[in-house]
């Protein structure tokens, strides 16, 4: 693995002490700020290895070796900030509409020939009245989870 040298500015160290001594941040971004300032290789700074990092700020080798990577490749604020979703979350397959529809259609008598409503049964009933395009029976039944009303 590629070791990343890790060189603040007085600037960067004086702004992660504040940071550190203030106490007001996310637990992450402080273990952040502490893990640039053991590996500062600038004159002075104390060039700690990851192992030895990594026991003082109890974190991972690779955790020091990401934020190390992120400072080198990136900026002081991405190496301290959560790194965004490179892909955000699917939207969910029922908003409060649909969500409304299944569970009147699930308190609804099931279909002739059935005792009881199957979620494969509601995920296709919603599908056939065009409430969605496509759903799952585990979408369905996590949706129905949800919910606090007794189906009976």
């Known amino acids: ?18 940071l550190i001594a203030a106490g007001k941040a996310a ?11 053991k590996a500062d290789a600038a004159p002075g700074g104390p060039a700690w290895t990851d192992d030895r990092i990594a026991d003082a700020v109890e974190v991972s080798t690779d ?3 990401r934020v190390r990577q992120r400072f080198v490749e990136d900026s002081l604020e991405a190496a301290l900030a959560r790194k965004k979703a490179a892909r955000p979350p699917a939207p969910p397959k029922l908003d409060g509409r649909a969500e409304a529809r299944l569970i009147t259609l ?5 279909p002739d ?3 009881r409503w199957t979620m494969q049964l509601l995920a296709d009933k919603l599908v056939e009245l065009a409430v969605v395009d496509t759903v799952s029976d585990e979408t369905v039944r996590r949706a129905l989870q949800k919910t606090r009303s007794s189906r009976g």
């Open 106 to 110: 699930a308190c609804s008598s099931p």
């Open 63 to 65: 955790a020091v070796a």
């Open 113 to 115: 020939g059935r005792v």
């Open 27 to 37: 637990a992450q971004k402080l273990a952040h700020a502490r893990i640039l300032l």
């Open 1 to 18: 693995m590629r070791k990343y040298r890790v060189t603040l500015t007085a600037d960067e160290r004086r702004s992660l002490k504040e």
